[in-house]
């Protein structure tokens, strides 16, 4: 098992992705992310797609499948709007739904704004075709807006720092354990990842 830690990072929106505005998406995980992961290293594959489900659902296949990523975060496409597929095609392409995820994301942005009751994000597994040692890939349905991305994946906090809503991040590095990837290691101070006393490692 290799020590590096792949991501996919997929973006979609009709109108990013025909190139009518910037898309802050991607950019905006990738930051995020550049502070929260103090190890191991890692490298991203990012996509930008319309709101076409089954190019959604190839996307992430790919990713999955052919690249081996460990994490697939997406944004946009998670409403009730028509052109809002997002959610029915990880769900189309998962072998495992894992619901606390999405429950958590609407937790958190409730406290923000009472129209979160609006969002479908959800989050699965899949696993590797081809792949006989059973490792997987979790796939994560985030929302479209920076602010809203890094509120998702932080949670809440007092101003002295204390966690008052636990962020989604802390619990990926323990999932993509259980799931065969890499050992994750994070900067507390953006999102400490949460383990049990019997999954921890000695800190690189």
């Known amino acids: 098992m290799t020590d590096e830690l792949l991501i996919g990072l997929v973006s979609i929106s009709d109108r990013a992705s025909q190139g009518v505005y910037r898309d802050e998406g991607i950019p905006s995980l990738k930051d995020w992310l550049a502070r929260a992961i103090a190890a191991p290293a890692w490298r991203d594959e990012t996509r930008l797609i319309p709101d076409e489900q089954p190019v959604i659902e190839a996307t992430l296949r790919e990713l999955v ?6 994490l697939v975060l997406t944004t946009g496409g998670t409403g009730p709007a028509l052109r809002d597929v997002t959610p029915e095609a990880t769900l189309a392409v998962a072998d495992k739904v894992m619901p606390g995820f999405g429950e958590q994301m609407r937790r958190i942005s409730l406290e923000f704004v009472p129209t979160a009751i609006l969002s479908r994000q959800v989050a699965v597994i899949r696993f590797r075709r081809g792949d006989e ?14 602010k809203s ?5 932080e949670g809440l906090k007092d101003e002295q720092g204390r966690s008052l809503v636990h962020g989604l991040f802390g619990a990926i590095p323990y999932c993509i354990d259980l799931i065969g990837g890499p050992y994750i290691e994070t900067h507390d101070a953006v999102a400490r990842a949460f383990r049990p006393k019997s999954a921890l490692r000695p800190k690189r």
């Not at 499948?65 to 460990?70: K, S, T």
């Not at 991305?149 to 994946?153: A, D, N, Y």
């Open 133 to 146: 040692t059973g490792r997987g890939c979790l796939i994560v349905n985030l929302p479209g807006q920076p």
């Open 65 to 70: 499948d052919n690249h081996g990523c460990h």
């Open 149 to 153: 991305i890094r509120e998702t994946l």
